[in-house]
């Protein structure tokens, strides 16, 4: 294990900033359960996220030139063909959320493994990729999952909380799943977020300020990269993607850019540059 | 985005001022448990008392139109209050008969009830109703043509975009709401019961005031349609009306179209039909059972 400031990220960089974002779409537990097919007023809520919001964040992404992936359930790819298109064609990595943002908790490893191969499919065919990372809907996933992921020619997940750093779970017969950990502190549902019926926080709370939330996010950057940590995000288009809050991001992002030391990168190039290290050791 | 203005005489975006006038109707309907609970009660009726007369000022003095959403039965309460919105140039729109949870009705009920509270708004203020929020809950399918068919010409109870729509096959407006424009996710509050339910605490205005006032500056930016939907009960108290005052001030320091809802979905009606991938669209596709999705 490298110690801390012993990192040494491409190019010469102190920090690595995978930016992500979950493009969930209407998909979830309202979809899931069928709830959704009688609630026009909340699947409009979703649908937002593909539909206008991506548009505008891609544009603040290519204004600044960075790189990003976003999970996407593959349900999204079959209703929105052309603007997940756009997520491909303007260089960013599109990667695994489930077919329907299905809790792999709650399904088995059978279902998991119909799931992964339903989205495998919908990627070829649709955006013409084969997506190589995996960020797991609603939170847990199974003792079995690593392995139904590398299985399923998934080299990296973006699933855990606990750590700062990359790291390595074993998968017998394969090269080991890396492990791209992110925080509820990077969650903008967990400033954000706000919907009645379903209410989402549970408790009704209160939409964040954004400021205040913006200054947390920096926070967080500027301590892990000053650290030489690896800092990615839960960010939704549907959320964080809206008028005023393109522009927060587009506040952060010019914190960030502000930086010389960061090593901007997909998730997908963070896994590949840690197997890499991985080899040398 | 860089997309053209969609909106008349050179504005670059527009924003409707939506007041949801419910009395003691909107919270019966969202907690019945309130029912009988005096105290509770006047934690809404406050905007009968006070906040409708602070938001009719606040407007005159800023010589702004806004459009009232309200049941039949507030307007059959008080109808002197509805008068004095009329007399001033306001739009009066109808959120159903008694503020019924439309997820607890069929159809024909939903339809019932547009039916009755529509009438029954046009008796009082002497005008067409042409404009419609649901009071709570969801539509059933079938209810935009009905609602075209008794001579609505919009809905403000939808989401899914920043512009304008159309509600699929139909030429009925949609003006989308969002609720980080609307008072309620940052102001409600009662102790017992506990209304927002995790009981969390009331919001900081100024930061309030600073997020509604950033989110215009990103629907101006991109030239989108900023829907306000506001309380009496809730914006109109004599502190926070300066809010209210404050964004207004930024609004008109901006070349924005404030519109009626009426007025904006006439304008609408000049504009194309939705792309074929708006979630309005998706959503109609997905139930009418192309897909075979829902059950």
């Known amino acids: 294990m490298q110690q801390p400031g012993a990192v040494r990220w491409p190019q010469g960089k102190r920090g690595c900033m995978a930016l992500a974002f979950d493009l969930d779409g ?64 303007q260089g960013h990595e599109v990667a695994y959320h489930g077919y329907r943002h299905e809790s792999f908790w709650a399904i088995s490893p059978d279902e998991q493994r119909a799931v992964m191969a339903k989205s495998a499919e919908i990627f070829h065919n649709i955006l013409g990729i084969t997506a190589c990372g995996f960020r797991t809907p609603s939170g847990d996933w199974h003792a079995e999952t690593p392995q139904i992921l590398r299985d399923a020619g998934v080299i990296y997940s973006s699933s855990m909380r606990g750590d700062d750093r990359p790291y390595s779970i074993p998968v017998a017969g394969h090269t080991p799943l890396v492990e791209i950990p992110g925080k509820w502190e990077m969650d903008d549902y967990a400033s954000l977020a706000y919907t009645r019926q379903p209410d989402f926080p549970k408790g009704g709370d209160r939409i964040a300020s954004y400021a205040h939330t913006r200054d947390n996010w920096q926070r967080e950057f500027d301590g892990a990269m000053d650290e ?54 | 985005m860089t997309e053209p203005s969609r909106w008349p005489l050179g504005f670059q975006s527009a924003a409707i001022l939506t007041l949801d006038f419910n009395d003691i109707h909107g919270i019966l309907t969202q907690a019945p448990a309130v029912a009988g609970r005096d105290k509770t009660l006047s934690v809404w009726r406050y905007g009968t008392l006070r906040g409708v007369d602070r938001l009719l000022a606040l407007l005159a003095e800023k010589q702004l139109k806004a459009t009232w959403c309200m049941p039949a039965i507030v307007a059959e309460e008080q109808p002197e209050l509805v008068l004095r919105m009329v007399a001033d140039g306001h739009e009066i729109a109808c959120s159903g008969d008694m503020h019924e949870d439309f997820s607890l009705l069929t159809l024909e009920q939903q339809i019932a009830s547009v039916t009755r509270g529509c009438d029954k708004l046009a008796h009082i203020t002497g005008s067409p109703i042409v404009g419609f929020r649901t009071p709570a809950g969801q539509w059933k399918p079938g209810l935009a043509a009905a609602l075209i068919e008794r001579g609505i010409r919009w809905s403000s109870s939808w989401r899914g975009d920043d512009l304008p729509y159309f509600h699929p096959g139909t030429r009925l407006v949609e003006l989308p709401m969002h609720y980080t424009l609307e008072d309620e996710p940052y102001f409600a509050f009662n102790l017992s019961p506990a209304i927002p339910p995790g009981q969390s605490r009331i919001a900081p205005y100024a930061e309030t005031l600073a997020n509604m006032t950033q989110d215009f500056h990103g629907f101006h930016r991109f030239g989108l349609c900023y829907l306000l939907r506001l309380h009496p009960e809730i914006i109109g108290t004599a502190g926070r009306i300066g809010l209210l005052r404050a964004l207004l001030d930024t609004l008109q320091q901006h070349n924005v179209w404030i519109a009626t809802a009426e007025q904006a979905a006439a304008h609408w009606q000049t504009q194309p039909d939705n792309d074929v991938s708006h979630p309005a669209e998706v959503f109609t596709r997905i139930i009418g059972g192309a897909h075979g999705e829902h059950a």
């Not at chain 1, 309202?30 to 699947?43: I, R």
Request: glycine share 6%; net charge negative.
């Open chain 1, 26 to 89: 209407p998909t979830g537990d309202a979809m899931l359960n069928g709830s959704l097919w009688s609630t026009p007023e909340y699947f409009t809520f979703g649908a937002y996220g593909p539909y206008r919001a991506l548009g505008r964040l891609l544009d603040l992404l290519r204004a600044f030139e960075l790189p990003a992936t976003f999970f996407v359930p593959a349900w999204v790819v079959e209703q929105w063909p052309q603007q997940c298109q756009a997520i491909i064609e």
């Open chain 1, 228 to 281: 030489g940590l690896c800092l990615t995000t839960l960010f939704h288009p549907k959320i964080s993607g809206q008028p005023g809050r393109i522009l927060l991001l587009e506040q952060l992002f010019e914190h960030m850019t502000a930086r010389d030391d960061v090593w901007f990168a997909r998730c997908d190039a963070v896994a590949q540059w840690y197997l890499q290290e991985q080899q040398h050791d």
